[in-house]
Structure formats: C-alpha cells, structure tokens
C-alpha cells in the first residue's frame, strides 16, 4: 500500500470533516459565525498545506515546502482571528495583514524566483512559531475567567508545544547537522511522522475548540434556565429554589430571612396607554434599579408578571424593612423616557420576616403576599410588613 496515498486519505478525512463540523456549528448550532468561518477557513487552509506533502512525491512537486509555509501561516491567522471573536478579543486585523502579505511575499516573490527554499522554510518556521506562542499568551487569561485554569493549560500546552516544533525547525534547516536522526530515517518514515504529529495535534486543537463551544452553550443553556428573558433576572423557578434553602437553614440553624414581595403600581395602565413594548421597558427598569440598590448578597427575581421577589438573607424585620423603603425610593427616582413624555413609576411592598423554624416556606410566601395586597389597598408606593400567621 502506497504510505503517501494513505497520508493524503488521512489529511483529506481530518481536515474535511473539522472543516465540515465549523461550517455546521455556524449555521445549526448558533455558534459565532465570524468565529465559525475563521476555524473552518484555518481548518481548510492547514489541510491543503499538509496535503502537499504526501502530494509532492506523487505529483513530483517543486517548491511545495514554500507554499505549505504559506498556507500554515495564512490558516494560523485564521485561527486566531476566529478565537478573538470567540472570546471576544480586541482584533488585530491591520497586524494580521501586514503578516499575511510579509509571508506570502517573501515566500513565494523573493525566495522562490531566488531558490531561497530553506531560508524561506525557516523564517516561515519561526514566525509561525512566535505567533502561536502570542496567541496562547493573550488567550490564556480570558480562556481561565471563562472556562477555568485546565482548558486555558490545554490550550497553552497545545499551541506551546506546536510553537516549540516551529521554532526548532526553525533553528535546525539551516544547520543540518542539527537534523541528527530525522536524516537518519527513511524517507516514507520520516513524512509519516511529520504528517500523523501534525494530523493529531489538529485533532486535539479542534477537540478543545469544539469542548469551549459546548461548554458555552450549556452555560447560556443554564443561565436560561435561572434567568428570566427580559430583565436578566433570576426567574421564579430559580428563587424559589433560594428560598427553600434558606427555610432549611431556618429549621436546621435558626438562620433569619426576609422577604419582600414588589409590584409595579398601575402597571396595566401603562400596557393599555404606551402599549406593551413601554411595559416591557418599565419592566427593565425597575429591575436594574432594584438590582443596582440591592445589597450584594441579597437575590432579587421576577416572580411573574410585574410582580418582583427579593430574598434578604440573615435579615431580621428592621433590616428588612429599611431595605424595602431604600428600594421603593429608588423605584420613585427612577424616570423612563418614551417617545415624547417620561414615564415615573412606584411600588408597592409587602415583607415578611421568617424568624420561626416552625412555619413553613408557603406560609412565609403567603404572608407576604398578603402585606402586598394590603399595600395595595391602603393606596399604594408603601411598605407594608406582615406579622405571623399560624397556619395549620
């Protein structure tokens, strides 16, 4: 079996199919096209320069080493660029081009009229490798804060290792007593090493490109899940799993809790008048405020509707209630512009403090509600504070 016919299926194989998976991450799976398109284009880019190789000795290319350096560079470029806007980098695209265009000049206007091959290999080699040592650099800080200390190592170890080929390569083509073994070799041994280290490094490149992406889309999946759509706050669901831990707490250590149940005042007004796109920008509002006045380690959440949920742990009702009024006070501040006129809200508040082991979270939820409606009825923008309720 010719070893060069099975190099070039392998290449082809490898390369095609990443190349295929970025072009369906970009149109199936919502990934960043511009970050898509830069993998799939450095995918296709790094195929056709390894293709080459296995290709010379069937085809009796000439100068093919000069044209692979090329297309490694130009798919390197790419490479980092997608990353960029994957992890959402300053770009670098006046850098990128003046590289681009310096490599494919030297290469293939000054070095292949002059037969220059190994001095264009090597500088070729050696800016490949300071560009794979920058990008692992620059990526490693934001790959850490997003996805941890283990895939920005990979990542490091990854383009590191590829950058020490480059460069020793780099420093041994000009000297070829430094080849030592690797003149050694038989010729077919030595080009499959060559292309399967390089086959596998592309794998292991694309395995971790491809594990960023899933990991990203399963956190935009849970934060989903918490979160409601429209104001970024946590949704029902996820406050009422806070909640239930904090009346564990309660029961188990005699930890105290408050909590305040919000509703925008003459909220339907607003829908029926300005329509639900002015309702939808109250909404957020209200939220950033509450959110911004909020202490640290209280939770706020939209619990449905126009109706707003925030949990004040270890807070008794003096606590509680100067919260509440320091948030309705903030809501009276807040002026939202809409077309031609500004629309001023307030709120009403009931709060319930769970200072009783005995009483369950229902019930907690139910007093609260009952002060809300109470703050409703004795003529809205108030705090009004529920006692305890003995519920069976």
Known sequence: MDVNAVLLACVL??????????????????????????????????????SLLPLQPMLSLTNHILLANVLVMLGLISMRRGLQSFLRLP???VSHVMLGVSVVVFNLLVCLPMGWTTLGESVSSLFIALLLWRTAYDNHKPLTHEFGRG????????????????????????????????????ADTALFTFVFS?????ILTSFLAGYMVIMRLVSRLEHLSHHDSLTGLLNRRAIEHLLSREAQRLQ???????????DIDHFKR????????????????VAQTLQAHAREVDRVARFGGEEFCVLLPHTLHEGALQAA????????????????????????????????????????????????????????????????????
Not at 153 to 182: D, E, K, Q, Y
Not at 253 to 260: A, C, G, K, P, T
Not at 276 to 282: E, K, L, N, P, T
């Open 151 to 186: 895939v920005a190592r990979a990542h490091s170890v990854l383009l590191g290792t590829a950058g020490l080929t480059f460069g020793a390569t780099a420093v041994m083509l000009p000297v070829p007593a430094l080849l030592g073994i690797w003149h050694l070799m038989p």
């Open 252 to 262: 188990r250590f005699n930890e105290h809790f408050s909590l305040l149940m919000l």
């Open 325 to 392: 009024e320091r948030l309705r006070e903030a809501i009276n501040l807040v002026s939202i512009p809409w077309n031609d006129e500004v629309i001023s809200v307030t709120i009403s508040t009931g709060l319930a403090t769970a200072d009783n082991p005995e009483e369950t979270l229902d019930a907690i939820i139910q007093r609260a509600d009952q002060a809300l409606y109470q703050a409703k009825a004795d003529g809205r923008n108030r705090v009004v504070a529920a006692r305890f309720l003995n519920v069976a």
């Open 198 to 202: 390089h086959v596998t490094m592309s």
């Open 13 to 50: 194989l490898v390369h095609g199919l990443v190349t295929l998976m970025w072009w369906m991450a970009a149109n199936w799976l919502g990934l960043s096209r511009r970050a898509a398109s830069h993998w799939m284009i450095a995918a296709l880019s790094n195929g056709v320069a390894l």
């Open 91 to 93: 770009h670098t695209d």
């Open 270 to 285: 607003i829908n029926d008048r300005l329509g639900h796109a002015a309702g939808d920008a109250v909404l957020c509002a």
